[in-house]
């Protein structure tokens, strides 16, 4: 968040510079600009900005939420994997739930550091690997422990679907179109009222840099937001810590049956 606020007074910096260098011309110390062009620029490139920082905003959050959702979805998952392979024999069973346990620790620590660099971590590939082999080396012998394998494995391709969306979120940044757009605004809109003639007092000098830090901080809060995984708002591994925690209930429910 420092990068953003640091952001904003660059940008207030900048138009105090812009208003003190091109509001001491003749034309801004006479005041023969037109009022309605004035007004027309102005109303159009707010529009533009406006526009812009709306479209990115939105994206940005909506993808943020999306991704959220995800890791939930992969949680419910695992979830439902360690529920089902309780009925597995013993030792089959034990094999699946350490190598759950192995896997949701990989995405906690290895694989979290590794999403916010923008890609995934061979490590948790393997870890969730061995999951499924565990589960399809499973030797059934009653019926009961045959539905559980046959749970256990259906549960494995929901899983392997829920992570595939989660790792498909670490590429959802906004466009570079709605960036440049934004940015382009932004400069727009501190440099317009100097460049047509706005006069360098005191009050003017304020509001140009009230308007700078706004528009510098609309564009840095967007760049915090482009990409779920990092930045101010990031999203945080608690679906896949509340995962262990439910392992350690299931654990207890069945110590008790």
């Known amino acids: 968040m420092w990068r953003v ?3 904003a ?3 207030a910096a900048l138009a105090l510079a812009l208003g003190t260098m091109f509001g001491r011309t003749l034309r801004s110390r006479e ?3 037109n009022p309605q062009a004035l007004a027309f620029a102005g109303a159009a490139i707010l529009g533009f900005f406006a526009l812009f920082t709306g479209f990115s905003i939105a994206g940005a959050w909506q993808e943020l939420n999306s991704a959220r959702q995800h890791t939930y979805e992969e949680s419910r998952a695992l979830t439902e994997v360690y529920w089902s392979s309780r009925e597995l024999p013993a030792k089959d069973r034990q094999a699946v739930q350490a190598a759950l346990r192995n896997y949701t620790r990989m995405v ?5 550091s590794q999403m ?3 890609h995934g971590s061979a490590a948790a ?3 969730a690997d061995q999951v499924r082999w565990a589960a399809q080396s499973a030797g059934p012998q009653t019926p009961a422990e045959v539905s559980a394998k046959a749970d256990t494995v259906q549960g494995l391709t929901d899983l392997f679907s829920t992570r595939n969306a989660r790792l498909s979120d670490i590429k959802a940044v906004v466009p570079g179109l709605a960036l440049g757009g934004l940015v382009v605004g932004s400069v727009l809109v501190v440099a317009t009222p100097v460049v047509i003639g706005m006069t360098a007092n005191r009050r003017n000098l304020m509001v140009l840099c009230f308007v700078g830090a706004t528009v510098t901080f609309a564009v840095g809060l967007v760049l915090q937001l482009s990409g779920p995984f990092s930045g101010v708002l990031k999203v945080q591994p608690a679906a896949f810590q509340l995962a262990l925690a439910r392992y350690d209930q299931i654990d207890a429910e069945a110590a008790q049956r």
């Not at 906690?108 to 979290?112: A, K, N, Q, R, V």
């Open 116 to 118: 916010q660099a923008g």
């Open 31 to 33: 005041g023969t600009a």
């Open 5 to 7: 606020l640091l952001g």
């Open 125 to 127: 590939w393997l870890a």
């Open 9 to 11: 007074l660059a940008g």
């Open 108 to 112: 906690i620590g290895d694989e979290w």
